[in-house]
């Protein structure tokens, strides 16, 4: 069965205003464009807007890029977002993230393949998505563990896939597989 | 107790204090915001995202307000429901309106595009696909680019509730004495 349209259509280059096909380009130089951003530029504004956040989010959580793919893979799965999962899969294989640890990570809890510091992000990834309340030990732990910048750096990272992958739902976005 | 401490612009660098500047330009600086400061990247894109909601989401300042504060509804964020309510008031929102949000369905003040919008909201904030028939009402109604704002508003907010829930932000503050229509249900 042939999965329904998206909601509203995927947009290339030339369709945006000449003044948008700056952020195109901008967005372009660092791979290809996602179907998520062809569908966020139906509205150009609102595209540079929150893929510059994106880039702040991904770019700065202020935690390793492996660790980075760990917590976005992670939210994918607490999300079942597909999308998000062949997405980010690419980019965490591109970057080196240890194999093992991606096969671990539906029960990382119970694996030994995490250091500390992967546990207590992953534990708080896993509050996040859930929209569950921060337990007064994973507190203590960020704390020990992470700077003031780090926590507030990890929350928007997650928070920020959990926003994607609903956007992506709504409006019927499928993965591009190779 | 907040999850980290609020900061002040004193506490910014120089070239952060700018960022600190341009939200304040807008109004006192919200709680959240001065915890979000921590990362004064991240609270500058996060708030610039929120200024290109707030001002080019294509529906007027009343309905959008109305749209917020469906989402905060759903979200039982009492922070954000406080913060809001009187930014409502005084871009014209009514109070018999705020009052009838959270039964919207048996209302009668809402017109046919506010209902469309509010349930295509509860839809978005329920998670996963819409029915057509939402989204096609929604299309009645609003462009694309406006159908596309309306969602990332919604999921913009639906974030912002997530972030002061895990920070802990007083949901008293700022306006502690407007009551919460969920306790009512």
């Known amino acids: ?178 | 107790m907040t999850l980290l401490p609020p900061l002040d612009r004193g506490d910014l660098t120089a070239e952060h204090q700018a960022v600190w500047d341009e939200i304040a330009s807008y109004g006192p600086v919200a709680p959240k915001l001065k915890i979000i400061a921590h990362h004064p990247d991240v609270l500058r894109e996060y708030w610039r995202l929120g200024v290109v909601l707030n001002e080019q989401v294509g529906l007027d300042a009343p309905t959008m307000n109305l749209l917020v504060m469906r989402t905060s509804f759903l979200d039982r964020n009492a922070y954000c429901w406080r913060q809001r309510v009187p930014k409502a008031l005084a871009v014209g929102l009514s109070r018999a309106k705020i009052d009838s949000l959270a039964n919207w369905e048996i209302s009668d003040l809402f017109s046919p595009s506010e209902r469309a919008m509010l349930a295509y909201a509860d839809a978005v904030v329920g998670g996963g696909e819409v029915d057509d028939a939402v989204v096609d009402e929604m299309k009645r109604y609003f462009p694309s680019s406006t159908l596309l704002a309306i969602t990332i508003l919604v999921l913009y907010y639906n974030l912002s509730h997530r972030l002061v829930d895990v920070l802990d932000v007083d949901p008293a503050a700022g306006n502690g004495d407007e009551p919460l229509p969920w306790e009512a249900l």
């Open chain 1, 1 to 178: 069965m042939t999965p329904a349209p998206a909601v509203l259509p995927l947009l290339e280059r030339i369709d945006l205003p000449s003044a948008a096909q700056p952020i195109w380009d901008r967005i372009a130089a660092r791979g290809p464009v996602a179907p998520m951003i062809k569908v966020l530029a139906n509205h150009p504004a609102l595209l540079e807007a929150y893929w510059q956040l994106g880039v702040e989010v991904n770019d700065e959580p202020g935690i390793p890029t492996t660790t980075v793919h760990l917590l976005g893979l992670r939210t994918c799965q607490l999300d079942q977002s597909e999308y998000g999962w062949t997405q980010r899969l690419k980019k965490a294989h591109a970057d080196g993230v240890d194999p093992a640890k991606i096969a671990a990570l539906d029960d990382w809890s119970h694996s030994t393949a995490f250091d500390d510091d992967e546990r207590v992000l992953l534990a708080f990834t896993d509050h996040l998505a859930a929209r569950a309340p921060l337990a007064a030990s994973l507190r203590a732990e960020l704390g020990e563990r992470f700077a003031p910048r780090q926590i507030v750096g990890v929350a928007m990272l997650v928070l920020y896939y959990v926003m994607n992958h609903k956007y992506v739902d709504v409006m019927k976005i499928r993965p591009v597989h190779q």
